[in-house]
């Protein structure tokens, strides 16, 4: 309790325990972290294997991999392949490192969980999130260090709000649009970039520059005196300088990034073809959707929960061209595919002996149709599907909370289909966009972010309140409504400033989320209505908005 009671950062405390819920424990987390650890050196090594190990040209002559193999082909290796070895080697080597250090970090977590908590290993992948707020309400109840006489916060929401507190930052300057992220070249700049290497660099810059290592956000920030300085002589510089340290690792990222494609994805397309037309929310889609003080396990169920009728509805749209070819590839690559499989049923060792072209066995085309077939009638659509866009659509949007005001009256046209095919893309697209990511992260963040880097500075000090109790956090996680409400989603007041709303009423959405989300909600609307009549009103007002 003392250890608890006595930490240096409480938010990278509430961090690491709600780590360590989602991690399922302290076994789930070592283990994996270990396999992490492996499949990393397989991938080095493997890949090491199959660029400089395998005399691929002696391969028709021989008929083992040991006549074939290269002597000593490490190195053999050319001056490029050895640096790439010695980069993914050494990087290797720190994720060890760091698993080891973060050893007794995980262990004083799981007496925590354990003694604490009385939440052992064995029943943690069954207790909800909601369940350890409770039990650390209850301690803080128990506990005169952290009574209520203590200016320590421990409420659902003031621990909701010490795990979230960066990232909702982030949210609301995706959510006011103040991200600078198109493309600057031609024929692009009406394009925008968002990947999870980009995320990544984004969070680094401005995340990792307003913040102290504790969690707690600079002073300076808070000051417009500062401004100039903040803007001009770090913030910029930070945005151009990660720039190009991405521009000097771009092969390696790329290099790295195609490999674990490979190896990732090749058995399942192999096995389900029809894999390859899956979709998932673009990571620009899942901060958009993203809601205030809304944690990583919740925001994936609510997303989880409409991808069925996601797909269903982008199903919708008749594509009759589409079939009429898939029908027709289906036909040919069928009937090939029949064909050599009857001569199979007669004769068992054309299967690997007969060549339809030179080095192409029947097993190789059977193969190469088979899949074409299954892929062709992938695309093919249910005959009897009824084409009702816009009860799917209207479905697909209560759970993600979001209705651009472009899109009233539009639910039915192919114009908003597309609109929602940029945020619920393919899988095989969105790792095309990772890929080139490779190449224009470096110009978005050389040439385009830093463009925002005053109006970034802006917002950190213009939407952040102090709380007692908690520190500086961003005020729309707060659910202000005399400072940010908006009267169009039923707010209880409307705010004096349109500069200080949410847009597209994230705020009031995200108060609704929060207060249906957590059961043992006690956030107080000062000089407004009690909460439950708040939310009630709020719902009201959401619908008749989006409808």
Known sequence: MWRWTNVASMD????????????????????????????????????????????????????????????????????????????FILWWVMQAI?????????????????????????????????????????????????????????SEHDITGRIMRQENYLIALMNKKLLNITIPLPYLRSKRIFTRDLEWNLSFCVLGYAFHSNGQLKKRFLQEKNKPLLVAGSLRRRFIFM????????????????????????EEYHKNPSEIGVRMFSPYAKWKFREYNELPHLFRQRLSSCNEIANKY???????????????????????????????????????????????????????????????????????????????????????????????????????????????????????????????????????????SEQIIDSIREYTVHVDGLGYVCSFSQFDFVRHGDGKYGAPVEGADEHMKSNDGKMEKSFLTFKDKVRLFDLKIEKCMSASAAAKQLEIHTRAAQG
Not at 387 to 409: N, S, T
């Open 12 to 87: 990278d405390f509430f961090k690491r325990v709600y780590a360590y819920h989602q991690g399922r424990g302290m076994y789930c987390i070592l283990l994996s972290r270990f396999l992490n650890l492996m499949t990393l050196a397989f991938v080095i090594s493997f890949s090491v294997f199959l660029v400089g190990c395998v005399d691929y040209a002696e391969i028709p002559n021989h008929h083992s991999l040991a006549e074939v193999m290269i002597p000593q082909c490490v190195s053999r290796l050319s001056g490029t392949m050895q640096m790439f070895l010695v980069i």
């Open 98 to 154: 760091r698993f080891v250090l973060d050893w007794p970090a995980i262990k004083e977590m799981h007496n925590f969980y354990h003694y604490l908590l009385d939440i052992p290993d064995r029943d943690i992948q069954t207790v909800p999130w909601q369940t350890v707020l409770q039990r650390i309400s209850n301690i803080r109840e128990t506990n005169p260090n952290t009574s209520h006489s203590s200016p320590l916060r421990l």
């Open 243 to 266: 720039g190009i340290l991405n521009f000097i690792f771009a092969p390696f990222i790329l290099v790295y990034l195609v490999v674990f494609f490979f190896f990732r994805y090749f």
């Open 314 to 452: 982008i199903d919708q749209f008749p594509k009759e061209k589409t079939a009429l070819v898939a029908r027709f590839v289906a036909f040919i690559s069928g009937s090939f595919a029949g064909v050599l499989a009857i001569i199979t049923l007669f004769d068992s060792e054309a299967l690997l002996n007969f060549e339809i072209s030179p080095n192409g066995t029947i097993l190789f085309y059977l193969g190469l149709f088979g899949t074409v077939f299954a892929v062709s009638r992938g695309m093919i659509p249910d005959e009897h599907l009824v084409y009702e866009p816009e009860p799917l659509l209207r479905q697909v949007l209560d759970h993600i909370h979001y209705f651009p005001k472009e899109w009233i009256g539009k639910l039915h046209t192919d114009e908003v289909r597309a609109q929602f095919c940029q945020l619920f893309d393919l899988k095989l697209s969105l790792f095309a966009q990772e890929l080139l990511s490779v190449i224009f992260t470096p110009i978005v963040l050389c040439f385009s972010l830093p463009s925002s």
